[in-house]
T-cell receptor
Framework: NAGVTQTPKFQVLKTGQSMTLQCAQD?????MSWYRQDPGMGLRLIHY???????DQGEVPNGYNVSRSTTEDFPLRLLSAAPSQTSVYFC???????????????FGAGSRLTVL | TQLLEQSPQFLSIQEGENLTVYCNSS?????LQWYRQEPGEGPVLLVT?????EVKKLKRLTFQFGDARKDSSLHITAAQPGDTGLYLC???????????FGIGTKLQVIP
């Protein structure tokens, strides 16, 4: 199993450009999420989805859009990139359920984005 | 927003020393997880604690969940250079079981 696959691994954008970070998982996980990781700030939840067609905002959703048309894919869109969006982005997925074992997140390897 | 305060943020110790990392919150969590992250990779789960007062051991690592399910600690005995990394605590809560992370503790174990 590939687990959670993120592309691209590195990206440099100019302010105002748009781009999409791709995330795909092959574990049939219902729950998928995007985090950004910044020094001194930890991992902060951007958006999450509990199934195809269902998305919701996390702690820092501004400037980002998501959609979930399939169980496998959860792309993160930056419509007009800003320098404040320079960060490392992680996609994570898990089964959705009430047991503690269902809440274990499997992370991708991350996408490092620099906005100039 | 449910905050998880993690301390210390940085820790540099000699091989063989013991250390404890703390994770505190004013909120109650249904469970608390500890992850470890290596440079250039995503976090990987070490353990989940669910019951207040629960203690779990993973070789030289001991994890404890507070009685009120608001705090947790990670104790490493006789640290090894291979323990070097970023340790993250994460609280699980809410109807959708959202996972909220602490800032992390960057541990360096010097040979």
């Amino acid at each position: 199993n590939a687990g959670v696959t993120q592309t691209p691994k590195f990206q440099v954008l100019k302010t105002g450009q748009s781009m999409t970070l791709q995330c795909a998982q092959d574990m049939n996980h219902e729950y998928m999420s995007w985090y950004r990781q910044d020094p001194g700030m930890g991992l902060r939840l951007i958006h999450y989805s509990v199934g195809a067609g269902i998305t919701d905002q996390g702690e820092v959703p501004n400037g980002y859009n998501v959609s979930r048309s399939t169980t496998e894919d959860f792309p993160l869109r930056l419509l007009s990139a800003a320098p404040s969006q320079t960060s490392v982005y992680f996609c994570a997925s898990r089964r959705q359920g009430s047991t503690s074992g269902a809440n274990v997140l499997t992370f991708g390897a991350g996408s490092r984005l620099t906005v100039l | 927003t449910q905050l998880l305060e993690q301390s210390p943020q940085f820790l540099s110790i000699q091989e063989g020393e013991n250390l404890t990392v703390y994770c505190n919150s004013s909120s109650v969590f249904s469970s608390l997880q500890w992850y470890r992250q290596e440079p250039g990779e995503g976090p990987v789960l070490l353990v989940t604690v669910v019951t207040g007062g629960e203690v779990k051991k993973l070789k030289r690592l001991t994890f404890q969940f507070g009685d009120a399910r608001k705090d947790s600690s990670l104790h490493i005995t006789a640290a090894q250079p291979g323990d070097t990394g970023l340790y993250l605590c994460a609280g699980v809560s809410g109807g959708y079981q959202k996972v909220t992370f602490g800032i992390g503790t960057k541990l360096q174990v010097i040979p």
